[in-house]
């Protein structure tokens, strides 16, 4: 019965590295979103996926960000070319959709991204 | 633009007082919303989710519904320092099913 899971929980990278975060949604969960939180602020929605598609990736920035959530394996997050502005938390979450609006949002533990 | 909007806080209350946390949203197509609680260097964490108009109580938490006043609440009874967290008040619109946050309410129980 395991939740949402992402890895990995910490990831330092320099400035013009790539950073690829992981979410594998809870079982049965066909809806995965991403979201990035600063200290002390909300949650920012980036973007949110079904297998193989994109359904909206209106929180995305437009260059570097990208994300992917394929028939088998994990979603995944990637940023190239991290920059500071880049450090944050970046959560997943995961939703089985029940119709009219319906069907609860668990979130993973989280990936906090450091750069140096 | 679909907006959650929450005071900021910080709210302050004393241990065994009840903690009113207030959320206004802007979709008035909106058809669930729920309650998250956050605790620092945490994700955060379902705690209540409420889909009609009214009141709907789990244990010490009680959420309420008004649709026609696009307003949504979660009171918390009894409170303790364990409940000292950020509360996130979440909205999803019928369209699209995406999820629309608050910035969240800072809550401090004090012992």
């Known amino acids: 019965n395991a939740g949402v899971m992402q890895n990995p929980r910490h990831l330092v990278r320099r400035r013009g590295q790539e950073a690829r975060l992981r979410c594998s949604p809870m079982?049965?969960?066909?809806?995965v979103y991403w979201y990035r939180q600063l200290p002390e602020e909300g949650l920012k929605f980036m973007v949110y996926?079904?297998?193989?598609?994109?359904?909206?990736e209106s929180g995305m920035p437009k260059e570097r960000f990208s994300a992917e959530f394929p028939k088998e394996g994990p979603s995944i997050l990637r940023i190239q070319q991290v920059v500071r502005g880049d450090s944050a938390a970046y959560f997943c979450?995961?939703?089985?959709?029940?119709?009219?609006?319906?069907?609860?949002?668990?979130f993973g533990s989280g990936t906090q991204l450091s750069v140096l | 633009q679909k907006e959650v909007e929450q005071n900021s806080g910080p709210l302050s209350v004393p241990e065994g007082a009840i903690a009113s946390l207030n959320c206004t949203y802007s979709?008035?197509?909106?058809?669930?919303f729920f309650w998250y609680r956050q605790y620092s260097g945490k994700s955060p964490e379902l705690i209540m989710s409420?889909?009609?108009?009214g009141d709907k109580e789990d244990g010490r938490f009680t959420a309420q519904l008004n649709k026609a006043s696009q307003y949504v609440s979660l009171l918390i009874r009894d409170s303790q320092p364990s409940d000292s967290a950020t509360y996130l008040c979440?909205?999803?619109?019928?369209?699209?099913?995406?999820?629309?946050f608050g910035t969240g309410t800072s809550l401090t129980v004090i012992p």
């Open positions: 979450a995961s939703s089985l959709i029940l119709g009219q609006g319906r069907g609860e949002l668990f």
């Open positions: 079982k049965g969960h066909s809806h």
């Open positions: 996926l079904q297998k193989e598609n994109i359904i909206d």
């Open positions: 979709d008035r197509g909106s058809q669930s």
């Open positions: 409420i889909y009609s108009n």
């Open positions: 979440a909205v999803n619109a019928n369209t699209g099913n995406q999820f629309y």
